[in-house]
């Protein structure tokens, strides 16, 4: 589902609301220009398509386990992606995302949307439910979230696992 900001979250908590189990559950909530722009390989030339083709990777994700970026095994109940700027077009197709996976629209700065809605799913989220994770590599942002956050480096290695 496509949001239109981060505050329109919600759809995100039912997800993974007691869904604690032996292993970490985890909902991502990533940072797609942080990310996009962590692999050279032009993604400057057309930012929706880099975009898109990380939303697509990211459809892998929910229920998948894997190593976090702490060295634990975390299994990914819900990933997030918040789009800015030109990649918001990404989310504007009329593809549906898979299962776990929401695209909200950053209407400004995509920083203040990850802000927003780590903080909601935060509010949101109790003991037994699921943690969440910002993944960027933006040092500002990381100072400004009270979330674990990992860097993109340890997501675009998962992602590039067949």
Do not use: F, I, K
């Not at 329109?8 to 909530?29: C, F, I």
């Amino acid at each position: 589902m496509v949001d239109e900001g981060a505050q329109d979250a919600q759809a995100v908590v039912p997800l993974v609301r007691g869904a604690g189990a032996a292993v970490e559950d985890v909902v991502l909530v990533v940072d797609a220009a942080n990310v996009v722009g962590a692999r050279p390989d032009g993604w400057w030339r057309d930012r929706a398509g880099a975009a898109r083709r990380l939303l697509d990777q990211l459809e892998r994700l929910p229920g998948r386990t894997a190593r976090g970026a702490e060295g634990a095994d975390v299994r990914v109940v819900a990933v997030a992606v918040v789009l800015e700027g030109r990649a918001r077009a990404a989310g504007q197709d009329d593809r549906v995302p898979a299962p776990g996976v929401h695209v909200l629209l950053a209407e400004g700065s995509g920083d203040d949307a990850v802000v927003a809605l780590v903080e909601h799913l935060q509010d949101e989220l109790g003991e037994g439910d699921a943690e969440v994770v910002a993944v960027t590599a933006d040092r500002g942002l990381r100072a400004r979230l009270s979330a674990r956050s990992w860097g993109p480096g340890w997501l675009r290695d998962l992602l590039d696992e067949r």
